[in-house]
């Protein structure tokens, strides 16, 4: 089944119907970011998009995207395109797609697999989803880390990134200080896309061995051979907290990232001062696409004063300025409990900051 470009524009913009007045906006909103989710080059958005504004389906703004230093043309749905999104979406349901000796509506397939419409139809049209894909086991999902994304600012130059990664990598690995957010990015990004693969979380605590990765996949799939899970079974593999592990941990995920993996894909948060004797992949890997590398630094100014609005200029300004942009340090302040988070911080520092996130308009 195919979409017209029009269509499809629709169906990506209705995922992002809910940012209409805000400071910073995602570049999927813009004709690079329609482009590259639509797959066609940059040159033909506009003549598409012409015709969705003469209708009034979409509208257009200029607007702040991270890592731009000009504003860009934002596109969004008006009230008519995201009524008109949904019809589309209503007679795409209707419709059966064969797969193998099986046939199913659209509604039925997206039930199943657990995708979004605009990645549904994509994987569709590419031939994606075969008879494998459709009866692999049931989809596990399983994590030892909880994390809540309820309240999450910025990152969205991090996130368009993931998503480029997430189109054509395999392995990525994501690098940041000590409270950086580094786990609340793979969450929010595992959120934004609601991926139809297995998604098995591990907690990579100090001295976690690959001994103990493997006996819960072995409890999860009844084999403990994970490269040929990962090559039968699409599945996100994500270890978060990489730091400090055994050389079979280190040897096990060198092999991994130089072998074919299948559809699956393997996301692995690093902290910045893991040691070199620790670190699974070389600038080689990464120069030669093996690995895909994100590093992630401290929250831009306009993004860390959101968490604390209510805080006087001046004061706020010591505050950024002693954390760095540190989100965990943010929140800490904002939540009232920095005493008990784990930061990387002296007392008198946090005594400091304390009073500091104390001193209201």
Same mark, same amino acid.
Request: proline share 3%.
């Given at each position: 089944?195919?979409?017209?470009?029009?269509?499809?524009?629709?169906?990506?913009?209705?995922?992002? *119907?809910?940012?209409?007045?805000?400071?910073?906006? %995602?570049?999927?909103? &813009?004709?690079?970011?329609?482009?590259?989710?639509? =797959?066609?080059?940059?040159?033909?958005?506009?003549?598409?998009?012409?015709?969705?504004?003469?209708?009034?389906?979409?509208?257009?703004?200029?607007? /702040?995207?991270?890592?731009?230093?000009?504003?860009?043309?934002?596109?969004?749905?008006?009230?008519?395109?995201?009524?008109?999104?949904?019809?589309?979406?209503?007679?795409?349901?209707?419709?059966?797609?064969?797969?193998?000796?099986?046939?199913? &509506?659209?509604?039925?397939?997206?039930?199943?697999?657990?995708?979004?419409? #605009?990645?549904?139809?994509?994987?569709?049209?590419?031939?994606?989803?075969?008879?494998? @894909?459709?009866?692999?086991?049931?989809?596990?999902? #399983?994590?030892?880390?909880?994390?809540? &994304?309820? $309240? $999450?600012?910025?990152?969205?130059?991090?996130?368009?990134?993931?998503?480029?990664?997430?189109?054509?990598?395999?392995?990525?690995?994501?690098?940041?200080?000590?409270? $950086?957010?580094?786990?609340?990015?793979?969450?929010? #990004?595992?959120?934004?896309?609601? %991926?139809?693969?297995?998604?098995?979380? #591990?907690?990579?605590?100090?001295?976690?061995?690959?001994?103990?990765?493997?006996?819960?996949? /072995?409890?999860? @799939?009844?084999?403990? +051979?994970?490269?040929?899970?990962?090559?039968?079974?699409?599945?996100?593999?994500? @270890?978060?907290?990489?730091?400090?592990?055994?050389?079979?941990?280190?040897?096990? !995920?060198?092999?991994?990232?130089?072998?074919?993996?299948?559809?699956? *894909?393997?996301?692995?948060?690093?902290?910045?001062?893991?040691?070199?004797?620790?670190?699974?992949?070389?600038?080689?890997?990464?120069?030669?696409?093996?690995?895909?590398?994100?590093?992630?630094?401290?929250?831009?100014?306009?993004?860390?004063?959101?968490?604390?609005?209510?805080?006087?200029?001046?004061? $706020?300004?010591?505050?950024?300025?002693?954390?760095? =942009?540190?989100?965990?340090?943010?929140?800490?302040?904002?939540?009232?409990?920095? +005493?008990?988070?784990?930061?990387?911080?002296?007392?008198?520092?946090?005594?400091?900051?304390?009073? !500091?996130?104390?001193? *209201?308009?």
């Amino acid at each position: 089944m195919r979409l017209r470009i029009q269509e499809k524009i629709l169906l990506h913009l209705y995922d992002y *119907r809910k940012y209409v007045d805000r400071y910073e906006y %995602p570049i999927q909103m &813009t004709q690079q970011g329609i482009a590259e989710a639509v =797959g066609i080059s940059v040159t033909h958005v506009p003549r598409n998009i012409k015709k969705l504004l003469e209708e009034g389906l979409v509208e257009s703004k200029k607007g /702040h995207v991270p890592g731009k230093k000009k504003r860009l043309t934002i596109y969004f749905l008006t009230h008519r395109g995201i009524q008109e999104a949904k019809k589309i979406i209503e007679e795409i349901n209707k419709e059966e797609v064969e797969i193998g000796t099986e046939r199913f &509506t659209v509604e039925e397939l997206k039930k199943k697999l657990d995708l979004r419409y #605009f990645d549904l139809i994509l994987k569709l049209e590419r031939g994606e989803i075969d008879e494998a @894909f459709l009866h692999m086991k049931e989809r596990i999902v #399983f994590s030892e880390v909880s994390v809540k &994304t309820d $309240f $999450f600012v910025d990152r969205e130059l991090e996130l368009s990134k993931f998503e480029e990664w997430y189109s054509s990598g395999r392995v990525l690995s994501v690098v940041g200080g000590k409270g $950086f957010g580094k786990t609340y990015l793979v969450a929010r #990004f595992i959120e934004r896309i609601n %991926p139809g693969e297995n998604i098995l979380w #591990f907690d990579v605590y100090r001295g976690r061995t690959w001994s103990s990765i493997k006996e819960v996949i /072995h409890s999860l @799939f009844g084999n403990s +051979e994970i490269l040929s899970i990962l090559r039968s079974n699409p599945t996100i593999l994500i @270890f978060d907290g990489y730091y400090d592990v055994d050389d079979e941990f280190v040897n096990a !995920l060198n092999s991994l990232i130089k072998e074919d993996i299948g559809r699956s *894909r393997i996301i692995v948060t690093m902290r910045t001062d893991t040691p070199f004797y620790n670190r699974f992949y070389t600038l080689a890997d990464v120069a030669e696409s093996r690995v895909s590398e994100i590093r992630l630094g401290g929250l831009p100014y306009d993004a860390a004063r959101r968490i604390l609005p209510d805080v006087k200029e001046v004061a $706020f300004k010591r505050i950024y300025q002693l954390s760095q =942009g540190n989100p965990r340090i943010l929140m800490a302040l904002r939540n009232g409990n920095i +005493e008990e988070e784990d930061v990387p911080l002296m007392p008198d520092q946090i005594h400091l900051l304390k009073y !500091l996130a104390e001193q *209201r308009k």
